[in-house]
């Protein structure tokens, strides 16, 4: 079977895809993947480091509003959708799976043109432009929310890598929290804001460092390489361990009790899947898709919400502290947060890969 991937741009589109392409080879080493991108996205970095074979197509970012540059956007597609008929061809591709963003829209239109089965996959409770338009020219519509108003959805989750998705976090905790330096038996937060960190989750948890030490409760907190926030050192009491990247997200779950994060698809699914509850703060900008990600594991008892304009040292001391204080209510959360995720979407999507595959062969 010879598969290509459609899932450039941000880690939200590319780590599902690399999933997916994961799960096909366990199955079967000799399926032929190739991963469609652009020279702007992550893909260049994470599709190499992942051992897939990486083709470049031109970028054609779509504008939001009128503007001069929508003129130039039938020429430059016309183009990427050459380019990407062409991988289609040169791969002998036997079927196309969509993850959205920019790369997925010539993609869907080069499947089409070259009448190769096209599977779409969903993760946000939204349906960006690329899978609004896939989705019209094909049946095999995966989806992450259960309610998405694409048409025919079929709901898998979200595919995960399998170091997170196979995770024990309590059997793992101990070692863990040796690996980050921190102690095996108190309290401990993990705080991220995706790959280049979150300002204001940032500076609200630093300047909160103080009620941390005195409420007994230590903190990994990944920053982002661009970010230098960091607390004051204290000699004693729990520690407030700081890492511009962390390449081992297994072992930050891992050595958590609970989490504060941004509430992207990807970090909502992964949270839930190793039942690790968390403060969710949603991106302020874009069509708060953040909020309506962390809104079904906060109505199910999996964790909090606030909104980014609300989170300060404060809110966290009234707030998170008292949760992180309470064991019991801490482990009802974490179960809460697990009965929401799902560890098994890559082998749910890779087998509605199958199922595409083998009925258009019989069709033909």
């Known amino acids: 079977m010879r598969v290509v991937l459609a899932g450039g741009g941000t880690a939200g589109h590319i780590e599902p895809a690399l999933a997916l392409a994961d799960a096909l080879r366990r199955n079967d080493p000799n399926t032929g993947i190739v991963c469609l991108g652009t020279e702007r996205g992550l893909e260049t970095r994470l599709v190499p480091q992942r051992g897939y074979e990486l083709a470049l197509?031109?970028?054609?970012?779509?504008?939001r509003t009128l503007t001069p540059q929508l003129l130039t956007v039938p020429g430059r597609l016309r183009g990427a959708i050459n380019a990407a008929a062409a991988v289609i061809d040169?791969?002998?591709?036997?079927?196309?799976?969509?993850?959205?963003?920019?790369?997925?829209?010539?993609?869907?239109?080069?499947?089409?043109?070259?009448?190769?089965?096209?599977?779409?996959?969903?993760?946000?409770?939204?349906?960006?432009?690329?899978?609004k338009l896939g989705a019209r020219f094909t049946e095999h519509v995966a989806v992450s929310h259960a309610d998405s108003p694409l048409p025919n959805p079929t709901f898998v989750g979200i595919p995960l890598r399998r170091e997170i998705a196979t995770l024990d976090r309590l059997a793992m905790g101990d070692k863990a929290r040796s690996y980050f330096g921190l102690l095996p038996d108190?309290?401990?937060?993990?705080?991220?804001?995706?790959?280049?960190?979150?300002?204001?989750?940032?500076?609200?948890?630093?300047?909160?460092?103080?009620?941390?030490?005195?409420?007994?409760?230590q903190v990994l907190h990944i920053v982002g390489p661009k970010n230098t926030e960091e607390p004051e050192p204290v000699s004693g009491g729990p520690q407030y361990?700081?890492?511009?990247?962390?390449?081992?997200?297994?072992?930050?779950?891992?050595?958590?009790?609970?989490?504060?994060?941004?509430?992207?698809?990807?970090?909502?699914?992964?949270?839930?899947?190793?039942?690790?509850?968390?403060?969710?703060?949603?991106?302020?900008?874009g069509n708060g898709e953040q909020h309506l990600n962390a809104e079904p594991i906060v109505a199910a008892g999996g964790g909090l919400l606030v909104d980014n304009?609300?989170?300060?040292?404060?809110?966290?001391?009234?707030?998170?502290?008292?949760?992180?204080?309470?064991?019991?209510?801490?482990?009802?959360?974490?179960?809460?947060?697990g009965r929401m995720g799902r560890r098994d979407a890559d082998a749910a999507l890779a087998q509605m890969v199958y199922d595409v595959v083998r009925s258009a062969g019989a069709a033909r």
């Open 90 to 131: 040169q791969a002998q591709a036997d079927v196309l799976v969509g993850f959205g963003g920019y790369v997925a829209t010539p993609g869907y239109l080069a499947a089409r043109k070259r009448k190769i089965p096209i599977i779409v996959h969903e993760a946000n409770p939204k349906p960006g432009l690329a899978n």
């Open 57 to 63: 197509i031109p970028p054609v970012p779509l504008p």
């Open 309 to 337: 304009a609300e989170l300060s040292p404060d809110w966290i001391a009234q707030n998170l502290l008292p949760v992180l204080a309470d064991p019991a209510r801490v482990a009802n959360m974490s179960e809460a947060a």
């Open 241 to 285: 361990v700081t890492i511009p990247y962390c390449d081992r997200m297994d072992l930050a779950y891992a050595a958590a009790d609970m989490a504060m994060c941004r509430a992207g698809a990807m970090t909502c699914a992964e949270l839930a899947a190793v039942a690790l509850p968390a403060v969710y703060v949603p991106l302020p900008i």
């Open 186 to 217: 108190l309290p401990t937060l993990l705080i991220f804001g995706g790959s280049q960190g979150a300002r204001a989750l940032n500076q609200a948890a630093v300047a909160a460092a103080p009620y941390f030490r005195q409420a007994g409760i």
